[in-house]
Every structure is written in C-alpha cells, then in structure tokens.
C-alpha cells in the first residue's frame, strides 16, 4: 500500500504516494502508444524509477471502437527499485467504450476510470457490446469514475487553430496527457520538446498540440472535478547517467557495442516480422559505426545471407520471431557444422503458426535448445529485463565469436517493448572481445581445435595459402574434407557437443537471492525475472525463507546449478509456456522441478506468483 502525506502546491493538496500504475487506453488511432511513450518519458525525467509495458493489437487496421481495435499502455513508477509495470493499473484512462470494457477487469475496486465521455454515443456504445452507458447506469460503482468531455474541450482549446476539424481532433490525446500530467506532477516540458521535434515541418500542428497538452494541464488544475493530486518522490538509484530504454533499443545498442569492441563489422540480416522488426529499423540508423543491414525476401535468405557474413569475417546477426525462427533453423544447422560465429536473436510471441503476433510468450525455448535436425547444439542465452538486453547482446557476440557457433538469444514480446530506466556504462570498463583471423598457412587445418574452447579457426576467405572447403556435409576432424566415415561422424558429434558444454567455463558463478539451502527455490528465466523477484521479495518480507535464481545461460547450464538446486526441497519454475525450462532442468538433474505455467499473451503479475508460492510453503 502506498504511504501518503500531506503538501500543499496550486491551491490543492498534494499527496505523496510511493508507487503508482496507470494505464492508457483507446484505438491506435488515438495515439495510445504516443501518449504513453511520453508519459513514460517524463516520468524518467522525474527521476523515478519505472516499468512500462505496451500492448497494442495484431490488426493493422482494425475497426475504431471495436474491442479487437483497442490498443493498451501501462506504466507503472515508484521511489522505490521495482522490477515489474505493476500487476493492475490504479487508474484507467479509456479514450471509448471498447478500451473501458476491455480493461475494467484488471482494475480493482476502488480504481481510478477516467473516460472521455463524448465517445460514449449510442453507435460505438453499441460496438463495444454495451447494451446500455455505463456512465450512467450504476455498473461503476464500485470504481471511482471522472468523465471528461475532452472531445469538446480540446475542440474548445484549439478552436482557433487553423488546422481542419479531422486534424485538431487528433490532438485530443494530449489533451488528456495534460490532465494526468498535472493529476501526478509531471514536467510538460520534455512533451513540449518532443511536439516541437515531430511536427518540425508542420508549424501549425505543433501548435495545436502543444496549446492541447497545456490545456488539459490547465483544466485539471482549476476544474473542482480533482481535489488534490499525486507526487511520487525520486528514486533513490545509483548515481549515474540515466535514460530511459526499451529491450529492443538496449539490444540494438548491445550489439553495436559488441562490434567495437571486437573491432569487427556488425551485419544484420532479416525478413520483418512482429515484434522483432524494430531491431532492423534501429540498427539502419547506426551506419556510422560500420553497421550494415539487409532485408531479405524472406527468412532463410535472411539468415543465409547472415552466415555468408559471418564467413567473410562479419559478426553475423540475424532477428526474428517464432515461426522466422523455425524457418531458419536447417541454415543453423549449416552454421553449426561449419562452425561459424552466428548470432539469433528470437523475440518470442505467442503461437503456434501466426498465434497473437503482438502478444508475449516464452514457448520457444525447446526450440531454440533442441529444435534442428540431428544432433545439433548451441549456446541459449536470455536476457532478464528491458536494460540487461544490452549487456546479454555482448555477451552473445562474445561467445560466438570465441566458440565459433551459434548462439540464440531469446527476448520476447514483453522485454522488447518494455522499458526502464538504464545507467549508462562506463564504456572503458566493457571487456574487449578478441577476434583473431590469423593463422598460420603452413601448418593451418581448417578444423583443428583451440585446445581450450575447441574452437576450429575463423579464416577470411581469400587469405593467400588458407583455403579451404565448407559446408553442410560432414567434415572430417581436422581437414575438414567431407567425410561419411561413421566413426568420425560420432567423434564430430561429440566435439560439437563437448564445445558447448565448455562455454560453462565462461559462466559466472549463480546468484542466489535469500538463502543458498531450504524449502523452496524459484527459478526464472527471461521477462519472469521481475515478476519472481518481487514476489520472493514479498514473501521473504513476510518471514518466509524462500530462495530465487534467475538463469541468463541456458545451455549450457552454469555449472554450479546442479548442486544449488539440490539444496532445496523444492523447485519451482515460472514460464510464460507449458513447462520447457522445467522439462530440461528434470532432463539434465534427474529432480522433480514443479512448474508454474501461463500461456494467456500476458506476463504474470507478482500475485500470481506469490499465491503459488505461498501454496507450495
């Protein structure tokens, strides 16, 4: 619960609240994602800490007021450290019906509804299913419920624009911008910069949007609608320099990152697909770092076209989502047998097939461990919020480039869009990565081994004396010649294997939170990272002795897990999947891991987690 206090600012009171989640409401064409993209920015600037989570639907164009059309943004924003955008919004901003009926479940009672009540007409009343208003028929009751007529009142406002009609509605949403900036003391300023940068080429429009925001600011302040507004405090984070950061933004980076510090080029290959497509759009502004990327007709010429980079000397990139995924996976397999550096980054949906393109999940896992053909092994690794996408981007170019193999890094939906905020690095404290191309052409063999990571050598094509032949077929050991000799087969399938398994020495050692031994041991992976932790916070601040790991190297596994795991009584794995860590975790250690499992599109609350764990204990 939120503790509060007493202030005075504006003539109204202010209370000082320590966490507060709001979420923003209507069809994509009333600029939800816009509006909590801003919200979100000037919470940063705020200086609190935050936790976003955008959800908007698969349909491009869907009908405007109708339920599949309504598009969501949620943020949630404390003085405290949090890890997740809240389990359920403490306010409600629903632009029309379809956004009040679609997200009054996840409000609780007593909650905040702030409805534009000019769209609550018969006609869209009638498309979002309601057989009566209900603004005016008791059903909210138990919520605390303002309309405002922003329809009319940002018409007011902008009355003497030039704009036409179509246009200056469009401004509408910054005008209820306005209302909950002043409702939680929000800087308009960052807003106002950000108007006046959009719409550079439109002087007009940026008038009439920032004169909206300022409007609605103003409404709220001298409207008796509010009482008192909401001051959360700064948080008290480590001294740095911040800003604010989405998953795909922190990857992007990441892998840009990793370029310089390998003092190699960076390649993407894709074919566009939801949600992963942002990646490709970032990294084409970054052709000043040496970045180049390509769009592909399709997914296996994408990830082709990435191997045949990394061939020539480039760390080879390629993105997708689940079903590109498997379509790459036979050309993984070519890069697994010609042992080459290789870099997948799936950014999770729902499925099977096209499942809910914009929907979160984390069912990919198997595939990405075990799914190709034969025995063919690679290094799985998976971020754990919005800001770790950057360091685990570097982490994935390093391993591949030292192994020389692929390696999959698994984001989704949830950590892609999500934001928070992220210190910027000390950039000389980032570790080189060492990428060597030389080879000696006397005695050089295109499959011998690094006698450590059993690593063949990474030839440039071309190099005078260093010629050799690659491809899908079996190589035999050390020459690389195509072999069908059984017994080498077997003696090349298990140094595949054995090369993975070594990247465990390059594993740091598994942070537990709470006790190293007990009754009970979470275990998250991925986006479950805010979510278990705050729930195990919660538990343990209630007395309870529980225990959580969070795995960022899935295979291989650290190589201290088995042990830590033998530890507890009970292991617990929450998976946003019907049970893939849990059944590689049983796999590997023999132990009867529990599962907690949700396939809904959506990231568990902190609830649903401390409910199970509270059954368990």
Not at 89 to 111: E, F, I, S, W, Y
Not at 188 to 214: E, R
Not at 291 to 296: G, L, M, R
Request: glycine share 8%; aromatic share 8%.
């Amino acid at each position: 619960m939120a503790t509060k206090s007493q202030a005075a600012n504006n003539n109204k009171p202010v209370e000082i609240v320590d966490r507060v989640t709001i979420r923003f409401a209507g069809d994509s064409g009333d600029g939800i994602q816009i509006s909590g993209n801003q919200f979100t920015m000037a919470t940063a600037f705020a200086g609190n800490d935050l936790g976003t989570m955008p959800d908007y639907p698969a349909e491009i164009r869907a009908p405007a007021g109708s339920l599949p059309g309504v598009s969501n943004f949620q943020i949630s924003f404390s003085e405290r450290d949090i890890h997740t955008p809240g389990d359920a919004p403490d306010v409600l901003v629903a632009m029309n019906p379809a956004a009040l009926k679609v997200n009054l479940r996840d409000l609780g009672a007593g909650g905040t509804i702030i409805v534009n009540s000019d769209s609550f007409a018969t006609a869209n009343l009638k498309k979002a299913g309601y057989e009566a208003n209900p603004l005016e028929d008791g059903s909210l009751q138990a919520y605390r419920l303002i309309p405002i007529a922003i329809t009319q009142l940002n018409a007011k406002a902008l009355e003497e624009s030039p704009l036409s009609k179509k246009e200056r509605d469009r401004c509408k949403n910054f005008y209820a911008l306005g209302v909950i900036y002043w409702l939680y003391d929000r800087p308009l300023q960052p807003t106002l910069d950000f108007i006046a940068d959009k719409f550079a080429k439109s002087p007009d429009m940026v008038a009439a949007n920032q004169t909206a925001l300022k409007s609605g600011y103003n409404f709220a302040d001298t409207t008796e609608i509010f009482t008192s507004h909401f001051r959360v405090r700064q948080a008290q984070l480590p001294p740095g320099e911040y800003r604010n950061i989405t998953g795909t933004e922190a990857l992007v980076l990441g892998l840009v990152a990793a370029s310089q510090l390998a003092e190699t080029p960076l390649f993407y290959g894709s074919y566009p697909i939801t949600p992963a497509s942002d990646m490709l759009h970032e990294l084409a502004y970054l052709k000043n770092f040496g970045v180049k990327t390509f769009q592909a007709e399709d997914e296996i010429a994408a990830v082709c076209a990435t191997i045949g980079a990394s061939y020539a000397g480039s760390i080879g990139v390629t993105g997708t989502s689940g079903p590109g995924a498997a379509l790459k996976s036979e050309a993984v397999g070519l890069a697994v047998m010609a042992e080459l550096p290789l870099v997948v980054v799936n950014v999770q949906r729902a499925g099977p097939s096209t499942g809910m393109p914009t929907k979160t999940e984390q069912a990919d896992l198997l595939q990405a461990a075990v799914g190709r053909n034969g025995e063919c092994p690679v290094v799985v690794l998976a971020p754990a919020t919005p800001a770790d996408c950057f360091s685990m981007a570097i982490e994935a170019c390093r391993l591949a480039v030292k192994y020389m193999t692929p390696v999959y890094l698994m984001t989704d939906g949830y950590l892609a869009n999500g934001s928070e905020p992220w210190r910027l690095p000390d950039l000389t404290s980032l570790k080189k990565i060492t990428v060597s191309h030389e080879a000696d052409a006397k005695s050089f063999e295109p499959y011998q081994r690094d006698p450590k990571t059993l690593a063949r050598p990474w030839v440039v094509p071309g190099a005078p004396g260093l010629e050799y032949r690659i491809g899908g077929l079996e190589k035999a050991e050390v020459t690389g010649d195509v072999s069908y000799d059984p017994v080498n087969h077997e003696r090349m399938v298990l140094l595949r294997a054995e090369k993975i398994r070594r990247v465990a020495q390059d594993i740091p050692p598994t942070e537990i939170f709470g006790e190293a031994s007990g009754q009970l041991l979470l275990v998250s992976w991925g986006s479950t990272f805010g979510a278990v932790h705050s729930a195990v916070e919660r538990v343990r601040a209630n007395g309870k002795k529980v225990s959580s790991v969070h795995l960022r190297h899935i295979s291989p596994f650290p190589a201290d897990l088995g042990q830590i795991l033998k530890s507890f009584e009970t292991v617990l794995v929450p998976e946003l999947n019907l049970g893939q860590l849990r059944l590689l975790l049983r796999g590997e250690y023999g132990l009867p891991v529990v599962g907690l499992n949700k396939v809904q599109g959506r990231p568990f609350t902190i609830g649903e987690v401390q409910q199970k764990i509270e059954e368990l204990i």
